[in-house]
């Protein structure tokens, strides 16, 4: 059976105290209206992270994103007093290794209205998080590899926003797990080119040097940059570009994420790839590494 990232375990699914709106609650009690933008049209964002000994990994990194996205969408944030609650949040409910996911939400329309857009004036968004204690991945997964299908036609609107409307990549995932596969990587109908995954983002490894999909179409993922930022300190070229099914058929393929890190893959739509084990190795040591330096200046206070 494939692995699935960020899966809980069955103790870890039953969150009893959740973030909402800067508060601690009950799980029960964390709930938004029915008319909340968020639920109406989808205008909510939100970040999924690795937490560390306690401490989520490359936090300011992920407010950096969220923050950007707020700003676009018109939905104010007060980032300290996020962080705040998040720190409430991991004392109460500490874990070793686990999933925080933080969200937030366009609220209710001001006055109660209701309408595609709304006022940038007197809005109150709604920001909600919660923590799960979940298992790291399996090390068979780094080591062997892993299988990819792909799917055409069906990229996620606004991609360059960490988007609740997250359709495209439900469907998609969703494919991948019918395929018994680990990932779904969509590609554009029109040139053909690889985009991203459903839960990830798509690297092509030639043995030589790393091409990434224009920032443009697909999500500017945190930890993509970080491995972006590594591959160019250790001397790997890397390339901002678009990649071609053709060529990425021929390549070899690295996924990166919050939960997963950095890992090779085996197969796409049933082609073998290039091995690409031993740099994503030393990819994911480096990433690892940063993490766990970031997770230490939370832990000390620090963003």
Request: with cysteine; hydrophobic share 40%.
């Amino acid at each position: 059976m494939t692995e699935r990232v960020g899966e809980a375990t069955e103790s870890g699914t039953d969150v009893d105290v959740v973030l909402l709106d800067g508060q601690l609650v009950a799980r029960a009690q964390a709930v938004i209206s029915a008319f909340d933008r968020g639920v109406m049209y989808g205008e909510s964002l939100f970040e999924t992270l690795k937490v560390f000994e306690g401490a989520p990994c490359l936090w300011s990194r992920h407010c950096d994103r969220l923050l950007a996205g707020c700003v676009e969408l018109g939905i104010p944030l007060d980032v300290q007093e996020v962080e705040r609650g998040v720190r409430a949040l991991l004392a109460a409910r500490p874990v070793s290794h686990g999933v925080l996911r933080v969200q937030v939400t366009g609220g209710v329309q001001p006055g109660g209205g209701r309408g595609i857009t709304a006022p940038r004036e007197g809005r109150r968004p709604r920001m909600i998080a919660g923590v799960s204690e979940t298992p790291p991945l399996s090390a068979a997964v780094y080591e062997t590899g892993v299988r990819l299908v792909s799917s055409r036609g069906s990229p996620r609107p606004l991609p360059g926003l960490k988007s609740g409307n997250y359709l495209a990549s439900v469907v998609a995932k969703a494919q991948a797990e019918a395929a018994d596969a680990f990932e779904c990587v969509l590609v554009d109908e029109g040139s053909d080119a690889v985009l991203e995954g459903s839960f990830s983002n798509v690297l092509a490894w030639d043995g030589r040097g790393i091409a990434c999909p224009p920032d443009e179409r697909r999500l500017p993922g945190v930890t993509l940059a970080v491995v972006l930022e590594e591959a160019s300190a250790l001397g790997i070229p890397v390339s901002v570009r678009p990649v071609p099914m053709g060529e990425a058929l021929e390549s070899g393929l690295l996924l990166t994420g919050s939960l997963l890190g950095v890992c090779a893959c085996s197969s796409l739509d049933g082609t073998p790839l290039r091995d690409s084990a031993d740099v994503a190795t030393r990819l994911r040591e480096r990433l690892l590494a940063r993490e766990a330096a970031e997770a230490a200046r939370w832990r000390s206070g620090g963003s």
